[in-house]
């Protein structure tokens, strides 16, 4: 191998779950503090990268593919959610002029 | 301190300051830029994790694909800065002391857990290389990949129907 694994390098599990909870979280509040719909599709992405991470990291721990075949699925996942998302905002901007989720209320009651 | 955990210390923060820059960019584009910049060190996380296939996969797909779509809807929508929704000032507070209390409560929460040892096969393992994944994929999960096949289509078929213009669906 050209580079050495996780464990004979001595950067632990520990190091990658924080890592990957720290971007989890910078996505969460992503969501939480933009107002823009592109935006808060990208940060989804953001998330589910960290999820990604996560999964690699122990994959490598455990020696084991699986988890790595996993994380294709999320992609595949991830790129069927961001085109019907993207194609709904076009929808959407084309209804509305805006990409405001605040705007967006409708269906409020 | 070893070279290889200098280097995993440093992209990780990279990894973190550009994805914090996704949010606090407040121009659409450079947002999406930074994405693409974060999925990029993402890719060097994984080769660092010995996962090489998932890092070609992740830019060819992400950054290749995913990121050039919301580059041409933000084109196509033609949104600048002066034209940004913003958020509450108290808005954004809240936002950031909840996400701050989550990722405290997240660390506290895996702080004390504790991992299966690790299999001696671990040792520099190859498990990230296209043959050992490909076999993988096309034995033990060639459901799992058919299926996801039938979610592109419907995926496909959506987003076409979805941008037909012909009448308007919403009010």
Redesign the interface.
Known sequence: ?V?????????S???????S??????????V?????A??I???V??ML?AV??LM??F????????A??F???I??????????G???????????K??????FN?LKG | M?T??IV??VL?AC??AS??M??LSMH?VR??LY?IL??FL?SA???????Q??AI??IV??AG??MV??LF??M??N?SRDN????SSV??L???L???V??IV??AA?KDAT??P??E????????LVE??GQ??FT??VL?FEV?SV??I???V??VL??K?EK????
């Open positions: 191998m580079l050495a694994t996780m464990l004979e390098s001595g950067v599990l520990e190091f990658y779950i924080i890592l909870t720290i971007l989890f979280t910078i996505g969460v509040l992503g939480l503090i933009r107002r823009n592109i935006i599709l990208m940060c992405e953001l990268n990604n991470l690699a990291a994959s490598t721990y455990h020696g084991t593919g699986d790595q075949v994380v294709f699925f992609m595949v996942v991830a790129a069927a959610e961001a085109t019907v993207l194609s709904i905002l076009v929808l959407l901007y084309r209804n509305r805006t990409v405001d989720v605040g705007m409708k | 070893s290889i955990e995993a210390l990780g990894t973190i994805g914090l996704v949010v659409p947002s999406v994405l974060t999925f993402i996380n994984y080769i660092l994790l010995n996962a296939f998932l996969v992740n797909v992400y694909a995913i779509l919301f809807v933000l196509l929508l949104l940004e929704p913003r958020a808005m954004k809240a936002a950031s909840a996400a701050g989550l990722v997240l660390v895996l991992f299966l690790a299999a096969a671990a040792q520099g393992n190859n498990q990230g050992n994944l993988l994929l033990k999960y799992p996801s979610l592109f419907a995926a496909m959506g987003a979805l941008s213009k308007q669906i919403i009010d």
